[in-house]
């Protein structure tokens, strides 16, 4: 079982930058691919990031490639996703997620444990 806490969301102007942390429970963190999604209103959960257990080969959505970066610490069991150069369409509640699956990963039904969000508003 792993808990997950998100924390870094906030209001911010476009071109900015915030950083996310996903706090995890849980000795066997770093055997966890671990992903960033995003839900805005109205709209379904997509993929953002994800960063694999193993090696931390890192994945991608087209929308945030070259200005979002995900990294993780498993001495500290949190992962991060340092946000740049932000856009009003960037304007989500961000949630962390854990999976199993050894290779980063962005489909949303290979994640088994979600955090609660956090909210992150860019006014343009």
């Known amino acids: 079982q792993v808990q997950l806490v998100e924390s870094g969301g906030g209001l911010v102007q476009a071109g900015g930058s915030l950083r996310l942390s996903c706090a995890a429970s849980?000795?066997?963190?770093?055997?966890?691919?671990m992903g960033w999604f995003r839900q805005a209103p109205g709209k379904e959960r997509e993929f953002v990031a994800s960063?694999?257990?193993?090696?931390?080969?890192?994945y991608y959505a087209d929308s945030v490639k070259g200005r979002f970066t995900i990294s993780r610490d498993n001495a500290k069991n949190t992962v991060y996703l340092q946000m740049n150069s932000l856009k009003a369409e960037d304007t989500a509640v961000y949630y962390c997620?854990?999976?199993?699956?050894?290779?980063?990963?962005?489909?949303?039904?290979?994640?088994?444990?979600w955090g609660q969000g956090t909210q992150v508003t860019v006014s343009s």
């Open positions: 997620a854990a999976s199993t699956v050894l290779t980063a990963t962005a489909y949303l039904n290979n994640y088994n444990y």
């Open positions: 960063i694999s257990w193993r090696y931390g080969s890192t």
């Open positions: 849980g000795r066997t963190f770093r055997s966890y691919t």
